[in-house]
């Protein structure tokens, strides 16, 4: 019945809209006629979204007009043809029994999928299609509408803040609709401020029992996305399975390299999850590498916050996932240790809104080469703002040995941020009784810095030359500029001491060569009690390990039984790191060789 009344409605106004002209050609017709017709509601009856109410035709001066007071039309469902099967009737669109003229609409609503469009808005009618116009408060919105295959196909331009309110910019939007067939639609735009780029969505959904299944074919994608000194290439966002659009869902957000303050970024992933559209929060994970993921939580509300709780990462795999793209410096690599990170920031979208990032390092040993630094801790807190990433508060490292073949213990250093880059604002450490420290530097991928001697034992540095009969006492300060460009090198070092003393006993069978070589005799006499007022050492050592020292020592020194003033010169060649490592091998088969013949022996 209401199919039936529907028809005889869209007869009569039809045949009011074809006999008009007709009309006022034969008879020409008075101004003062005029002719209006109603219809107070009609209704879709298999799309109770789709209807109609307060329609007015009206005949005035020779020209219909057309006028409605509401109209809703639901283009994911209604048809634009196809009615020969039983029941399909039910579902043409309203817009196949309005008679093709101009309408003002008071209130038009368009439900496209998930998305809902109202607004005052005009219907112009062409020969293929119909464009609709709304007027909104914020801006125009145009949509082209025509029939295809029984459906709709749709082409427009809309305001963005009709969609979202922090969608500035106009978006486009390309799509359709046929019976039996999920519903497709493509639109581009410009991202909200404070980022920057353009986007590309893809989206293609079924109705299902429960309401609209967005399926993973779906995409949204960004070729180029900036954001403060962020920038990241070709992101896509896609479903990560079917997901409803009004309920729980799961999709993965991942990039193609990027830049950050200039620095290169690797590729990673993003698993978002959220309970639905209304409730904006849920659940994120990033993919940093294999068996390397952060998770954390995520709130948008007037902003988007993200909360990343403490958790505890492999300190090796963090290391060698940022070795993928930072360069960091050769041969320093972290053996063992956890790393905790947290991350909060209260507003990702506003630049004035920090991002505070914690991370604690435990039970660390790291590695150059074969040495090593024991119980390496360390704690950093680190803010991104507007003035860029900079560190918060002290930074603190300390380990309890490095061993290098020779025992440095009590290592303690200060790290900061600094021109986009970690620095190092300063470390001590204690050494053959003496005191070390380091001067800041930058911690890039060639480090570049100097250790400070200070009252250093020149006898416990005698006693590691492994010379016998080698003895000597005094305090050495000096310094050491260095690098790690392809390897750890010393170029330009100087040490001094003043007021010591150095003596060499030589063996049996060097004094008796001694008595029959003149010089060998004297320089033998000279060491057995050589007191300095000052000794001094030029020190470079290259990166493969070859070390050079030219000392000069002025002092006193037995001659012929009676100490006279000698100037003594000396130029000594060595590979250090190998010397090390021979120390290091040598205290290793100390502390293992006594356990195994032990054990042996049981």
């Known amino acids: 019945m209401k199919l039936l009344k529907a028809k005889i409605v869209r007869q009569l106004l039809c045949w009011l809209m074809l006999l008009s002209p007709v009309l006022s050609q034969a008879f020409p017709l008075p101004e003062w006629l005029q002719v209006q017709a109603t219809l107070a509601r009609a209704q879709v009856p298999a799309c109770p979204r789709e209807q109609a109410g307060g329609l007015t035709l009206a005949l005035n001066e020779g020209r ?111 799509g359709g609709w046929q019976p039996g067939q999920p519903l497709w639609l493509e639109a581009r735009g410009e991202l909200p401020a404070p980022l920057t780029g353009d986007w590309q969505l893809q989206l293609k959904a079924v109705q299902g029992e429960h309401g609209w299944q967005l399926q993973p074919n779906s995409q949204l994608k960004v070729a180029r996305l900036r954001w403060k000194q962020l920038e990241l290439n070709r992101l896509e966002l896609t479903p990560m399975e079917g997901t409803m659009l009004e309920g729980p869902w799961r999709v993965r957000l991942s990039w193609q390299r990027g830049h950050w303050q200039g620095q290169v970024l690797p590729g990673a992933a993003l698993l978002l999850s959220g309970k ?9 994970a990033l993919e940093l590498g294999r068996d390397l993921q952060l998770k954390g939580d995520w709130h948008y509300d007037q902003g988007l916050a993200l909360t990343v709780p403490p958790q505890v990462l492999s300190a090796p795999g963090v290391w060698r996932w940022l070795a993928g793209w930072l360069p960091l410096p050769v041969g320093l690599m972290p053996e063992t240790g956890t790393l905790q990170l947290s991350l909060q920031a209260a507003n990702l979208l506003d630049p004035r809104q920090p991002i505070v990032l914690e991370a604690e390092l435990e039970e660390g040993r790291l590695s150059y080469r074969d040495m090593r630094a024991e119980q390496v801790a360390a704690s950093f807190k680190l803010k991104w703002d507007e003035r860029g990433l900079h560190s918060v508060g002290p930074q603190a490292l300390s380990a309890v040995q490095f061993d290098v073949g020779v025992p440095i213990t009590d290592i303690h250093a200060a790290l900061s941020w600094r021109a986009g880059q970690p620095w190092l604002s300063g470390l001590t450490a204690r050494a053959f009784g003496g005191r070390l420290a380091l001067s800041p530097m930058a911690l890039d991928a060639a480090p570049r810095g100097e250790v400070h001697l200070s009252d250093v034992s020149l006898e416990q540095v005698l006693g590691y030359a492994g010379v016998s009969g080698l003895t000597g006492s005094g305090s050495l300060n000096g310094r050491l500029p260095f690098s790690f460009e392809q390897g750890f090198s010393i170029t330009a070092g100087r040490a001094y001491s003043d007021n010591g003393w150095i003596s060499y006993q030589a063996g049996e069978s060097l004094l008796a060569t001694g008595k029959s070589n003149l010089s060998l005799g004297l320089t033998l006499g000279l060491l057995s009690d050589l007191r300095y007022q000052r000794l001094e050492a030029d020190i470079s050592m290259a990166a493969g390990g070859e070390t050079v020292i030219d000392s000069r020592l002025r002092g006193q020194a037995p001659v012929m039984g009676k100490m006279h003033p000698v100037n003594f010169n000396y130029r000594h060649q060595e590979n250090l790191l190998q010397l090390l490592a021979s120390l290091r091998f040598a205290e290793e088969l100390s502390k293992r060789l006594p356990a195994r013949l032990q054990g042996e022996s049981e």
């Open 64 to 174: 219909i007009e057309g006028r409605l007071e509401r109209l809703s039309l639901d283009l994911s469902c209604s048809r634009s043809g196809g009615s020969t099967a039983e029941g399909e009737g039910d579902a043409l669109s309203l817009l196949l029994t309005l008679p093709a003229i101009d309408f003002d609409v008071d209130s038009l609503t368009l439900y496209l999928s998930g998305e809902v469009i109202t607004g005052a808005a005009e219907l112009r009618h062409t020969r293929q299609h119909l464009d609709i116009i709304w007027h909104t408060d914020v801006g125009e919105a145009r949509l082209e509408l025509r029939p295809e295959q029984n459906g709709w196909r749709w082409q427009g331009e809309l305001p963005g803040a009709l969609i979202a309110p922090t969608l500035h910019h106009p978006l486009t939007l390309d």
């Open 276 to 284: 639905g559209t209304r409730r904006l929060h849920g659940v994120v």
